[in-house]
């Protein structure tokens, strides 16, 4: 068993002023997108300016798609009683799914706005998205969010709150698996031209894939618990849809030629 380490999730206090860590989780994701999309702006025809542009909407995409979605899908209740709780993103709560989602209706405005494919951009964007999934789960963390189901497990760790029984610490589970592997995969799999909408399709089945057995250990919402069969949680079945489109992505990739703007590896 190894204790939950003691990490004050104020990163920062000047006076009335705090910085959180998961808010700077965010920050560092975004700043890492922007850095590896603008080593890359130039192979569908971007400019540093551009990415500047995309991040900025994809920010705001994720941000209030995220709050949106995880108020929808698993706060409805905690919103009804304190209607400024959607506000209060410092104390945790989004959803990867609403964000998801917000993040596409930003691509789809900003390939229209370029003249892009919108799966030319999304397969352009998809390798910069796991480092931010991965920082956000640390800063789950950090939060004592996502707590893990009780395991004897050698790494197990009692979880803050929830008594000395130890837990898996399922939000590092997805920290590895949603940013450091798939980060890994998605960068090799785009690191030379690709047909169109097979980058895309890896991302989905691969978030997708990662996130439904992390779901395994990981304790469902305490307001929601299991939602059939008694163990099939929320996160699965908000999950499934992503797997199937994605396979149904990759196979129509397959009908699809080599993208154009991609076609220089240098």
């Given at each position: 068993?190894?204790?939950?380490?003691?990490?004050?999730?104020?990163?920062?206090?000047?006076?009335?002023?705090?910085?959180?860590?998961?808010?700077?989780?965010?920050?560092?994701?975004f700043v890492?997108?922007?850095?590896?999309?603008?080593?890359?702006?130039w192979r569908i025809g971007l400019t540093k300016d551009d990415i500047s542009d995309l991040l900025f909407y994809c920010?705001?995409?994720?941000?209030?798609?995220?709050?949106?979605?995880?108020?929808?899908?698993?706060?409805?209740?905690?919103?009804?009683?304190?209607i400024l709780w959607i506000f209060r993103v410092w104390d945790g709560g989004?959803?990867?799914?609403?964000?998801?989602?917000?993040?596409?209706?930003?691509a789809l405005w900003f390939a229209r706005r370029k003249q892009l494919a919108f799966f030319t951009l999304t397969d352009f964007i998809a390798p910069l998205v796991p480092i931010?999934?991965?920082?956000?789960?640390?800063?789950?963390?950090?939060?004592?969010?996502?707590?893990?189901?009780?395991?004897?497990?050698?790494?197990?760790?009692?979880?803050?709150?929830m008594g000395p029984e130890p837990r898996h610490p399922s939000a590092l589970y997805e920290a590895l698996l949603e940013g450091v592997v798939l980060f890994a995969i998605l960068w090799w799999v785009s690191?030379?031209?690709?047909?169109?909408?097979?980058?895309?399709?890896?991302?989905?089945?691969g978030y997708g894939a990662f996130?439904?057995?992390?779901?395994?250990?990981?304790?469902?919402?305490?307001?929601?618990?299991?939602?059939?069969?008694?163990?099939?949680?929320?996160?699965?079945?908000?999950?499934?849809?992503?797997?199937?489109f994605g396979l149904l992505l990759m196979a129509w990739s397959r009908s699809q030629p080599v993208d154009a703007r991609t076609k220089s590896t240098a």
């Open positions: 068993m190894i204790n939950y380490p003691t990490i004050d999730p104020i990163a920062i206090s000047l006076g009335p002023l705090q910085v959180h860590w998961y808010g700077l989780m965010y920050v560092v994701g890492a997108a922007w850095w590896l999309g603008c080593r890359r702006a920010a705001v995409g994720v941000v209030a798609g995220g709050r949106l979605g995880y108020a929808l899908f698993y706060g409805l209740g905690q919103w009804s009683q304190d989004m959803s990867f799914h609403g964000g998801l989602i917000g993040v596409l209706l930003a931010g999934l991965g920082a956000g789960r640390i800063g789950n963390f950090i939060n004592h969010e996502l707590p893990g189901r009780i395991t004897s497990a050698p790494w197990g760790m009692p979880f803050p709150g690191s030379k031209p690709r047909q169109r909408g097979l980058v895309s399709g890896f991302f989905l089945l996130r439904f057995l992390v779901e395994f250990v990981r304790l469902p919402d305490a307001h929601i618990g299991f939602i059939a069969l008694g163990w099939v949680t929320m996160g699965m079945l908000l999950t499934l849809p992503m797997i199937a």
